[in-house]
């Protein structure tokens, strides 16, 4: 095994070297996909193949998968925690954080809450314990605050985030500032929109003087509801506005020519919607695609003498690996099309081996992660 | 891996849904798509849920039951299946015999005040407004008790010659799936009144309804996946008013204990066939061990297609919905 890592070029894709070189030359990679494509794991992989070929990584993950955390030996939490690796090239190094829905929502609420009692008052309300441990939006907020924290933090070279299993992710990457983008979005729809509106509007009116909505509102829902929850948006206000003071440089940074956006995604048709779908407004927000991480592919389909071994298997599985094949292509070829009609020709395709899930420690993911 | 443990061949195939094919699962199976008016079909995100929903829709409606297919996603992914455009939030002629949906809480919301309640003049008047539809929209359990009380409305309420027989919806994963069906007695014990607080005792009682209503959990026969579904199966026995009705793992690779060689060579793409043939065996004994808490529910395993190209033929069930394994509980 060689120290450097990948110098086996014969098991080596042609897209072997085109995903080396953006590892070695991009400052941010952002790892997009749809849910249960395998997205926070195909960020570990690259994390760890850039951090073996020598670079200072970041890896920032927002979907906690457990598994993955003690794969790499290490806990959930926001704090970067360091990832033993065996025999990187010289000055690699990865560290690693797991962000968690409820503990990245406390920590926002402690450190923008005007006073150490309103945040206590804010997390004993039944309606932010609702809120903290339901909510993704500003999960995926934080993700991209602690994402600017670390794009500028001189200890990394490379910081890869994966995003949101879902679409709406990207919503508030669209807008030209991150307080706009809120304004449009679900986030916005969750929390801010209300306490503007109430801020605005006054809660009294809205309780008291226009009679017609409040009785509108409460013949629904009742007035205790009502009241708790203006109390509690009141609460958030100030925290609110500290969420946007983070938050505005992000889009920037993830314009700039140096972070790269993968899409991920897995060989099924529907998975492939997903994929174009995102590849399409990616490119409307003028965000750059440069590679597509395809998960789930049949192993050993390529390697010298496959058709052989193909037909000497029995039928049920011999047709089961055929009509695998031949969908993996075809989604493929799709997503090549799509992606290069959205944007310049963008060729870097990385196949990653179906491993029915199967990593348990840091030495399968670095096998896995030198094996595309 | 006992491969004993396995009953019957893994090769067993009844073809489909005809009338010869009542013994085992398959029988059961009938049953459900035969008598109940509610299925929900969930399990752990990305392992074939839509699919199933709609091969169980045309199975069903191939029976003669007016289908409805429910779905509740940012975008659609039942409707391009039958190869439409997204259809959103109106139900709409899928297939003979099947329309589809895509509810969004919104539209439930829209509709339970000038539908269910009457109020048309209070939600053009009052509560269409923006400002009240996003303090509506923050209210915690009041989307998922629209939701639930939507589907309840379109399978008990609605007038009969409007109404569809069965009601399947692709419903969201695992965890989330838990907080839609807890969110009827979350309501109940929380500070809301009024019309809402009365309707969700109702939806609450409907969904109890064992003979009308029922879960339908979609696995793989993955370890990791299984240890999910051990964990979640009595979770929601416990905390869900609907019960548990059957368990489908889908994506059964072919099994080496079924005659399906791999060949004596060695080669990666062989190690891999083993592999995952093993480790299917594996944790379809530790499924088959859990399902066993859970007395009379259908269990049936349904084959890895490889790949399915959309939209799906029209009787694309005929292929899905034939058995693997047989074992009832």
Redesign the interface.
Known sequence: MSSAGFANQSQQQPGASEIDALLRNKNIIVMVGA???GKTTSSALLAIRAAMSGRRVALLSIDPAK?LASALGIGLGHEMNAVALKNPAPGGSLHAAMLDQKAVFDRMVRTHAPSDKIAERIMRDP?YR??ST?LSGPLEYMALARLQELASDPAFDLVVVDTP????ALDFLKRPNVLAGFMENRVM???I??VL?MGK?GIGK?LGASE??A???????????LR??GEF?LLMQEVIEGFHKTGEQVVATLQHKKTAFILVA?????AE??AV?LADQLADMDYRVDGLVINRC????S?A??GG??D???P??R??????M???E?VIQNLLKNLSSSRKKSRLVVKI??Q???FHDMGSLTRLARSF | MSEGSARGPA?TTTGDLSPEATEGSMGSLRGLLGTRKLLFVTG????GK?LVSVALAQAAAATGRKVLLVESS??D?IA?LFGLDPVGHHETEAANGIRCINLNAAGNFREY?TKYLGQVK?FE???S?R??Q?????????AEAMMLGRLYYTCDVRNADDRPDLVICDSP?SGHFL?LMTTPDAIVG????????RDTGKVRDFLRRKQDVGIIYVCTP???VVSEAVEFLPEIQEKSPAVLCGVIVNRI??LAS??????A?D???????R??SA?AQAALDQLRVSIKKFPGIMFMGLR???????PLPADFYRTFLTEEILDQG
């Open positions: 849910g249960g494509v598994r309606l609702s809120a339901n299993p879902d679409t709406h729809m969750w929390i929109k209300p509106a509007l809205i017609k909505l009785g509108g509102v409460a013949s629904v829902t009742g007035f205790g509801a708790s929850f948006l897995v060989p099924t048709r529907a919607r997903s779908f049949m192993p050993g389909t390697q003498g496959a071994v193909i000497s298997l029995a049920r599985a047709d089961f690996v055929k009509v695998r031949s969908g993996e075809k081996d179906d029915g899930a199967d | 090769h752990k995100g990305g392992i839509t940012s975008r992914q391009p005040i209070l008047t009052v509560l407004h400002v009240v996003s303090f509506f929209s923050t209210i915690p359990g009041l994963a907080s929380s500070g809301l009144a009024g019309p809402i607080l993955e370890p990791l690779p072919p079924s005659g399906s060689g791999f060949g060579g080669s990666v793409l062989v190690d891999y066939l592999e995952r480790k890895d297609l490889g790949f399915v190209d959309d």
